[in-house]
């Protein structure tokens, strides 16, 4: 028989086995040639390929059925007009995370868009007074970044944020039909809940004009917004002081009529001037508090309207 030996000393199959086995096939170090033409031919397993569904980019719109099969995901549409603070928001979130930063009752167990998120993460650069933020949003991205989480019961929940461009917002407070509004309509129709953005920066510069920006896109919101939950979120409030009182207390007395049970929290992502708070709770503390209206509206979209009949079937509740 042809073939050879692993062990390179050894002399099999021209001379005697090494380790004095008569048969040197019987070796276990000895490796017989295979007849190429009797060798099935294997089909080659690409394996740079991945077999996961997914890249670990954030997810495209059509892409949500990578976690929609497992929960019904709670989406949170993040809204506001461009420059507003949206994506350095979600930057800022996932790098409290990385840090050890937690959430209230939710325990982060994972993400199928670490790669989005870790993107947000490199382009939200700290460096010691000075904070880089992400490029602008690009006009038509309509991206969703994953959360999985579980609270204490261990009960899975997946949370998407949906972050669009602002000036998709702008188009649709005006015109909720605006041909290019499409990624402000389908968030506003898909998601469970919305956080609504107000750019302290804005409001302190350009005053009415930026309030009326920001009533205009609270306003579309109400339109059909059953019992989604808002809250209002007044972004870069290391400057709020910089904002004319009289501007802040009337747009609060605004929205506080438009939305039931309003409810407001501010954040930034400036360590200076203003305390920690705004930084490293307040921007945790605002998924938390959306989270928790999300269950709550979750759970009254379940519970079953009392039925009020004169008939004793319909009116029967088991006792
Ligand atoms: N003063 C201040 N400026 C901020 C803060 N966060 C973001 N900015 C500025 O706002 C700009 C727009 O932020 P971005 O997150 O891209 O807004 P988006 O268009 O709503 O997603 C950034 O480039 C920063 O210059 C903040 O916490 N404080
Ligand atoms: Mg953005």
Redesign the pocket.
Known sequence: MKGKCKIPECPAPDAACHLGNDDFTQCENFIPEIDEKKVKKVKIVDTNKSSIGWSGEAFTTDELEIVSYRTSPFLIGIV?K????????LGMLYTLLLSGKKFKEFNFVGSKTTLGWDDLYHRLKFKAGNVT??Q??PVNSNKLYHFALRNNEQHLKDILFA?A??EVFSLWAINRNDESAENARWIYSNSNSFML?IDC?ALSKDKNSAKKEVLLIARQLTHDLKNRPVIAVW??A??KDKVLPKIKDTLKEELENLFTNYVEID????LEPGPDELVHKNNLTAVDMILERMIVSSHLDLAINRIDSKDLFLNYTGK
């Open positions: 506001g461009a420059a507003a603070g949206k994506t350095s928001f933020f992400p602008p949003t972050d461009s602002g953005f920066d972004s870069k290391d400057i954040i930034s992502n400036f």
